[in-house]
């Protein structure tokens, strides 16, 4: 069992940045791959960046390219998720996720493990 907890989110102006944080534990956590995903009002849960076990590959949105940033620190247990030039079509309800599967894997529901989600609102 994995168990995850999101941190850092907030409301912001367009053009600010960001940065979630996302502490896991349990056992062997650092062999899983992680993902960020978001789920705006009356959409489906998106995914947004992901990111290898080895900390190395790692998949991003093309809405997000060149914005936003993911990576992970395996001593400190943490996935940090780095948002630049934030948009109010931003605006959603941020999850972390954790898998043994592959980090490219954009389909929410293969996903085992969540954290209960962190608000990101962007105003204009």
């Known amino acids: 069992q994995v168990q995850l907890a999101e941190s850092g989110g907030g409301l912001v102006q367009a053009g600010d940045s960001l940065t979630l944080s996302c502490v896991a534990s349990g056992r062997n956590h650092n062999a899983y791959v992680w993902g960020w995903f978001r789920q705006a009002p009356g959409k489906e849960r998106e995914v947004v960046a992901s990111i290898a076990w080895s900390g190395g590959p790692t998949y991003y949105a093309d809405s997000v390219k060149g914005r936003f940033t993911i990576s992970r620190d395996n001593a400190k247990n943490t996935v940090y998720l780095q948002m630049n030039s934030l948009k109010p079509e931003d605006t959603a309800v941020f999850y972390c996720?954790?898998?043994?599967?592959?980090?490219?894997?954009?389909?929410?529901?293969?996903?085992?493990?969540w954290g209960q989600g962190t608000q990101v609102t962007v105003s204009s």
């Open positions: 996720a954790a898998d043994k599967g592959y980090y490219r894997n954009t389909n929410s529901k293969v996903w085992n493990y």
